[in-house]
């Protein structure tokens, strides 16, 4: 599955290796090795401006340029596909900066990353997970400076997130939170998981893998060393909870994986398929199929389009 | 008609960015635009994006107006992204602006001050009339400006000199830090030194200051400004290498300062004095020093005192929302896919209303 | 200031300064990740004495410009302090809690951890990462670690460690937010002890 980056372009080498000059990334590295020993933690950096705005990954993008050499292989998602407009474009940087191979198989990557997912297949030691981060900081919604929120997070007072989800509780009967939902490292940082929906938020804890996550516009770095303890903020008497499903995917018929709805007309049509798109892809090959499969979604959603 | 989202996207990318070379080219017949045009006829365009993209380099900038179709927050984030992967040197000498060669120097202050009112290349006394006589090309150039308006002295004083004699003026404090600090190596942090307000308000969206000035002058946060004094022109840039341990000059930078003259009615300690708000641009962009001069002032409340209520005073709202980089990507990323947080909510909603109903109907709900 | 430095006796640092610093990188990160693991960071450089290969690939990765560096006497003295200089650009400090990394040569020239930066509240990573150069990686006496980055729990046994050290490294865990991070070095090995590690007794 893993294709050959295209050779080096010396005419196209404007630009240093990976992007980012030396000092840069060295700034990036020490604060990606701070971040790792304060879990949840949102450590500043001097982020620089990317060759893409603000908002399209320059957190991800940055700490995959402080991190990346030669030998990596390097897959790149945008909700949970790798055939996105912007993890194509992402994936084509590195490989035309970076010289590395790129691929869309889950278990071959040794850096992986992502916007608003966590694949659905478990990661493994040896890979890093690299999160693009609009908004770092999980208090924002609830307190808008930085002032406030940061003293917040030096005295552990994390009442007002509490009485919020309580507030919410009595307006919905249950805790209306859905993506972003924020989790508590090993009992000590509330942290944002990103907007990956609260589907995904289990899988951070004890994980394989090193969790980086990047928030460039907003200049913070945050990380998860493997095996870290993340619990995602409830009450005893409404214990967190993760959507389900009543369809399976369409086309490979997954149970268990995240779903994205597709609408087929303005009828009111739809069909659900698995927003992880090389999950589906693999099921789809072992011979697992769902209700719709050989539909026309069938040969792109693995990004295979001849 | 089957919807397929965002599939499919390498293909699309490369379509996308061809049509986008086509339209930047525009009509094949009309002759292409050069570089040098834009550098040259454009000026105001490139200053601007010299001045917010941090960079002073005319002919990248007038590159970067041309790729960007005259979008100039574009052409500003390209600059911006060029610039990021430059090697560092180091930091030049302060430049002084009391040796600039000044092509344009006023004063709202006074009638006459030492040096004169010298009114240089100005829209503002133009009546904005369009000059149909311009669509006609291939006219001869306009004979040069009489030189009659030449700036008499040399170094010219500046509005702190004028005062200087009476202490009525309050001195320009030096920040104490060896070097100033520097937002395209730090990430903003509060409470913030004047450094570091000073140079996010260069880099700040014009438009953005603009607003913040004009809400402050209608009493969001007045500070009565008075126009001390704007100065455009050239001044040299020096640089000492480690290797010489003298300063050399490496080039030659035009720039625009705006000094505005505020009062300030004094306390215990401090007797009556104005207080300024400085204001500082690459190139000619006297839009940009003036509002930036007020805003600098507006942020000042803490040392003189003054009740701080208006959005134009909040040091966190103005820093954190000026820079345009920073602002057009977060709002223009709305435009990238979202459809895993959307699922997420759309079933929330479906189950809350869902339940909503069974609240308010819980017959029909048994009968079903 | 580069007065001082005789340029002819300055050994080289990296052959390939931006591909060898990302790989010894990617080893210091594992390493910061999963406390009591052992890395080798390669290709490590020919660094001077007292500094050991593994002080001195970690010292091209991370220091520059940028960093306050604290050497203890032994490497303050001569080839070594140039070495760093030159390479580096590091700005030397005197005072341990100043610096933002600091390279310590052998167990009786330690400074107690307490010496150096704890961090700030508000900003726990303004600490100090201390570089201990211990005698082996091995065959010292058994310490049981636990934490995040740790399945369970994971033993060591480095050899030509401080009296105390153990004790401090509690005692630094303890003050979590507030602590310092160690890199144990020896030869062109590397074990990472962040704040966040437990001693299991």
Not at chain 2, 19 to 42: H, K, T, Y
Not at chain 2, 92 to 103: A, I, L, N, Y
Not at chain 2, 131 to 144: I, K, M, Q, S, Y
Not at chain 2, 197 to 203: D, G, M, N
Request: one cysteine or more.
């Amino acid at each position: 599955m893993t294709e050959a980056s295209p050779p080096a372009n010396l005419a196209e080498r404007y630009y240093n290796y990976a992007y980012l000059d030396e000092q840069t990334k060295r700034m990036i590295r020490r604060a990606i090795l701070k971040a790792l020993a304060i879990p949840g933690y949102q450590a500043p950096f001097g982020s620089r401006e990317m060759p893409v705005p603000y908002g399209w990954g320059t957190g991800g993008i940055q700490l995959t340029a402080a991190i990346i050499g030669p030998d990596d292989v390097y897959k790149c998602i945008d909700q949970g596909a790798d055939d996105t407009t912007n993890a194509v474009s992402i994936r084509k940087f590195f490989a035309k900066v970076a010289d590395v191979a790129t691929t869309e198989d889950t278990s071959d990557a040794t850096i992986i990353q992502t916007r608003h997912r966590i694949p659905e297949q478990s990661l493994k030691a040896g890979q890093v997970l690299v999160f693009q981060v609009p908004q770092p900081e999980p208090l924002r919604g609830l307190e808008a400076r930085e002032t406030e929120t940061r003293a917040m997070h030096a005295y552990e007072e994390y009442g007002l997130q509490y009485v919020s989800l309580y507030e919410n509780i009595s307006a919905y009967g249950r805790i209306a939170a859905t993506a972003g939902y924020p989790v508590m490292i090993e009992e000590r940082y509330l942290m944002s998981p990103s907007p990956i929906p609260k589907f995904d938020n289990p899988k951070m804890d004890d994980n394989e893998a090193i969790l980086l996550f990047g928030a460039g516009r907003e200049k913070r770095i945050y990380a998860l060393p493997p095996h870290t303890r993340v619990r995602s903020l409830d009450f005893e008497d409404y214990p967190f909870e993760v959507q389900s499903w009543e369809e399976n995917c369409a086309l490979c018929g997954a149970e268990d994986s995240y779903l994205d709805e597709v609408v087929l007309d303005d009828a009111g049509n739809k069909m659900f398929v698995c927003s992880d798109s090389h999950f589906c892809g693999e099921r789809r090959k072992a011979g697992h199929s769902g209700p719709m499969a050989g539909h026309q979604l069938d040969q792109t959603v693995e990004g295979n389009t001849p | 008609m089957a919807y397929v989202s965002v599939k499919g996207g390498e293909k699309a990318i490369e379509n996308a960015h061809l049509w986008l070379a086509e339209a930047r080219r525009g009509d094949p017949s009309v002759a292409e635009v050069g570089v040098d045009q834009i550098r040259e006829q454009l000026s105001l365009a490139v200053d601007r994006v010299m001045a917010e993209g941090s960079c002073y380099d005319p002919g990248l900038a007038a590159l970067a107006v041309k790729q960007a179709r005259g979008d100039l927050p574009e052409a500003i984030f390209l600059v911006r992204a060029y610039r990021t992967t430059l090697p560092r040197f180091g930091g030049s000498e302060p430049v002084d602006t009391e040796k600039m060669h000044v092509r344009r120097r006023i004063s709202a202050a006074f009638k006459d001050i030492p040096g004169g009112q010298v009114l240089g290349p100005t829209f503002d006394y133009t009546h904005r009339l369009l000059d149909f006589t311009l669509a006609a090309e291939g006219l001869p150039p306009p004979a040069p400006a009489p030189a009659s308006e030449t700036p008499s002295s040399w170094p010219m004083p500046t509005i702190g000199s004028v005062f200087a004699h009476e202490d009525l003026l309050e001195a320009d404090a030096r920040s104490e830090a060896e070097t100033p600090f520097d937002l395209t190596r730090e990430p903003m942090s509060f409470p913030a030194g004047r450094d570091q307000r000073l140079q996010a308000l260069a880099r700040g969206d014009e438009g953005f200051l603009l607003s913040l000035a004009y809400s402050s002058q209608r009493g969001w946060g007045s500070t009565h400004p008075l126009c001390g004094e704007i100065r455009l022109g050239d001044v040299a840039v020096e640089f000492v290498p480690e290797e010489l341990g003298f300063p050399i000059e490496i080039g030659e930078v035009t720039l625009t300062e705006c000094q505005m003259l505020s009062g300030f009615a004094g306390s215990a300690e401090r007797a009556p004095q104005f207080t300024r708000g400085y204001g500082l641009a690459f190139g000619h962009s006297e839009r940009k020093a003036m509002s930036m001069a007020i805003v600098d002032r507006a942020l000042r409340h803490r040392e003189v005192g003054e009740q701080a209520d208006a959005p134009v005073q909040d040091e966190e709202f103005v820093l954190y929302h000026s820079d345009n980089v920073e602002a057009s990507g977060f709002v223009q990323h709305l435009k990238l896919p979202h459809y895993v947080d959307f699922q997420a909510d759309l079933q929330l909603i479906r189950r809350l209303r869902r339940e909503h109903f069974e609240r308010l109907n819980p017959v029909q709900e048994a009968a079903e | 200031m580069t007065v001082g430095i005789d340029l002819s006796k300055v050994r080289p640092g990296f052959q390939d300064p931006v591909h060898n610093s990302q790989s010894v990188f990617r080893a210091i990160m594992e390493a910061v990740a999963r406390p009591g693991m052992q890395v080798t960071l390669s290709p490590a450089p020919t660094s001077p004495a007292p500094l050991c290969p593994a002080a001195g690939a970690v010292a091209l990765t991370l220091l520059d410009f940028e960093t306050p560096v604290w050497l203890s006497p032994a490497i303050r003295e001569g080839e070594a302090r140039d070495w760093l200089r030159f390479h580096c650009g590091c700005p030397l400090v005197d005072e341990t809690e100043a610096s933002a990394f600091a390279f310590i040569s052998r167990a009786d020239e330690a400074p107690p951890l307490s010496a150096f930066n704890p961090g700030d509240a508000k900003y726990p990573d303004r600490s100090t990462t201390v570089i201990l150069q211990v005698l082996s990686l091995e065959g010292g006496s058994s310490v049981r670690l636990a934490g995040p980055g740790i399945k369970g729990e994971r033993i060591i046994a480095p050899r030509g460690l401080p009296a105390d050290f153990w004790d401090q490294v509690a005692e630094n865990g303890a003050a979590f937010q507030f602590g310092v991070d160690i890199l144990l070095v020896a030869e062109e090995g590397l074990i990472g002890l962040p704040r966040t590690v437990r001693i299991q007794s």
